[in-house]
């Protein structure tokens, strides 16, 4: 009994270091303090100074690197690196510096030297490589620069994007505090500090005016997103004009990520709770382990044998008689088909409504029920509008490219959609299935996929609510389709019924109007069947002709491509949502942003 009660201590103790011992190995060095204090001039650049005190180990060789984000700004310049010179008093305000030397081609011996190089995207990243002295501990360094023409000036407001904390780098930091001072004659009324990516960053307007962003710690993969909308009164001789209105989508799109940024922390949270009471119960089971056994052992002598023979009686009366067991069989259900007369009277054929999107289709036919084949649905809507031109690259994936249009014209969820998949994932322009597969499927990305979804199906919900198709049924979390929800219903099941007759005979409808059934055929269910009666009536898809984009001549020939993203996007979904409360909850990482808008 003793081994026995050993190896379920073992098993339990297993079982707690599972739990709390998850954590990636650390980097060479870590970051202790980050102080950064900004200046914004009337020109549009930023004066930079930034006192950083890393915690560097004995065995750790080479620089240390700051990467800095020169993707908003036109060029760096004037970068100068000191060291702090330790002092016996903390009287003076002002540390003393020592200057750092500038080389070209550092080598490993050298100490209190710098130099400089394009980091991976040379137009995005510039590398600032510090050979410090080679003892270890701490070590509090100051980098002065600006950055040239970093506010963007809208007709309607000043922003300005930059990254003080790059996403990919692995660098902890603790401590960090940032001050952005704005130009004189700045309204501090119209102030709005944005910070993105650090799950405690906090940011406020200071009584002066300006700006400040704290967080007390960053993970290895968290980053900081600085977004600053200010009056672009005291830019006066700002050079990067943009011939438009700009707050309205910036404060949008600054929402979406608080919510992002919410969702993320509450994550976090049931994490730490599910984790605490995961040990907690552990606890509970050693102990409750041990007590047993002890009462056990002492009486077993006195009742041991009064208890198996309970037991035996308690089985022997406790257990069925199947002789007279029925299983009910489940009716299985069945289908009218058609008949002859019906099918040789089929009507013509239209969308009930095309006033909601297939996404929202979605929500009057199945609730809550959002899935991923629910965004495919909308990126081929979207084409189909001429919101994108689609080109099929060989016939596994596609490429798909943004048009000029209006974004005041698209719904919040089509739009976040575009920003998601276009600005973080593509280059703002162009964006290919085969690169937002790689992304969604890769190491790192699976909690990045889950919660951009989470968003996006908020914003679906949000935006199917206003057609009112369901109504609560207090004081349960019970839905039924109202008067009006419940007409389109009927309407789409018939439209469906017909959609499955008129696809075993392809040509009875022109290309045309497959393609713009084809997004709502999605949310349907019966995209594959409208593909198949296609293949059939055009076996070479060369009578796929005309002014279209999805069945197009030379995209017809990947239309299998876009259930395969169906089925892979479901695939990564189906295992996220098994997975998602087991795996360690990460920032969202989002890419630059790029100076095309959508």
């Not at 902890?172 to 004659?185: C, E, S, T, Y």
């Not at 993320?264 to 509970?284: F, N, P, T």
């Not at 709502?520 to 005309?546: E, N, T």
Request: glycine share 6%; hydrophobic share 40%.
């Amino acid at each position: 009994m003793k081994k026995v009660l050993f190896e379920l201590a073992l098993l339990i103790g297993y079982a707690l270091v599972t739990f709390t011992v998850y954590a990636d190995t650390p980097p060479k060095y870590s970051v202790r303090e980050w102080h950064i204090s900004a200046v914004v001039n009337p020109d549009g650049s930023m004066n930079v100074e930034e006192y950083i005190t890393y915690d560097v180990p004995r065995s750790h060789e080479g620089p240390v690197v700051r990467h800095i984000d020169i993707a908003h700004s036109s060029s760096m310049e004037n970068l100068e690196v000191f060291s702090v010179i330790p002092t016996d008093t903390e009287d003076s305000d002002q540390p003393e510096l020592a200057p750092y030397e500038f080389v070209d081609e550092p080598d490993q011996n050298m100490s209190k030297v710098y130099t400089t190089k394009p980091g991976d995207s040379p137009e995005e990243v510039q590398e600032v490589l510090m050979y410090l002295p080679a003892d270890g501990g701490k070590h509090t360094v100051v980098l002065k620069y600006r950055l040239n023409d970093l506010v963007s000036l809208y007709r309607d407001t000043a922003v300005l994007y930059w990254n003080p904390v790059i996403k990919g780098y692995d660098l902890g930091v603790r401590n960090m505090d940032m001050r952005i001072a704005l130009p004189q004659g700045t309204k501090p009324d119209g102030v709005k500090p944005f910070v993105y990516g650090a799950l405690e960053g906090s940011c406020e307007v200071l009584e002066d005016g300006a700006a400040g962003i704290t967080a007390k710690k960053l993970g290895s993969k968290e980053f900081m997103e600085v977004t600053l909308v200010f009056p672009k009164d005291g830019v006066v001789q700002g050079r990067k004009l943009i011939d438009n209105d700009g707050l309205g989508r910036i404060l949008e799109e600054q929402r979406l990520k608080m919510e992002e940024m919410e969702l993320l922390r509450h994550q976090k949270e049931q994490e730490r709770k599910l984790r605490l009471a995961a040990i907690a119960g552990a606890v509970a089971g050693i102990v409750g382990i041990g007590v047993c056994v002890w009462v056990w052992m002492r009486k077993r002598r006195s009742r041991l044998p009064g208890v198996f023979s309970g037991l035996e009686r308690e089985v022997h009366a406790d257990k069925p008689d199947l002789r007279h067991g029925v299983v009910p069989k489940q009716r299985a259900e069945t289908f009218e088909t058609p008949t002859a007369e019906q099918q040789k009277e089929m009507p013509a054929v239209d969308l009930p409504a095309d006033y909601y999107t297939p996404a929202e289709l979605s929500v009057l036919l199945h609730g809550r029920k959002i899935t991923p084949r629910d965004m495919v649905a909308t990126l081929i809507d979207l084409a189909v509008r001429r919101y994108l031109d689609v080109e099929a690259s060989g016939d596994k994936c596609y490429v798909l490219s943004l048009r000029d249009f209006e974004p005041t014209s698209l719904k919040p969820h089509e739009e976040y959609l575009l920003n998601w998949f276009f600005k973080d994932i593509g280059d703002g322009e162009k964006v290919s299935t085969q690169a937002i597969l790689q992304v969604a499927s890769g190491i790192g990305f699976n909690n990045q996929f889950y919660n951009r979804f989470i968003i996006w199906k908020k914003l679906v919900l949000r935006q199917a609510a206003r057609w009112r198709f369901n109504k609560r049924v207090t004081p349960f979390k019970l839905y039924r389709r109202t008067p009006f929800g419940q007409q389109h219903y009927k309407a789409w099941i018939k439209f469906k019924r017909a959609l499955k007759q008129l696809s075993s005979r392809g040509d009875t409808l022109s290309p045309a109007d497959w393609e713009r059934f084809f997004a709502y055929a999605f949310s349907l269910g019966i995209a594959r069947q409208i593909v198949k009666g296609l293949k059939k009536a055009y076996p070479d898809g060369l009578s796929c002709d005309g002014d279209l984009v999805v069945f197009g001549r030379d995209n017809f020939v990947a239309i299998d491509h876009w259930f395969d993203l169906t089925k892979r996007f479901d695939l990564i979904w189906y295992r996220l949502f098994r997975s998602i409360r087991q795996s360690a909850v990460q920032p969202l990482g989002v890419g630059q942003n790029k100076k095309k808008s959508v």
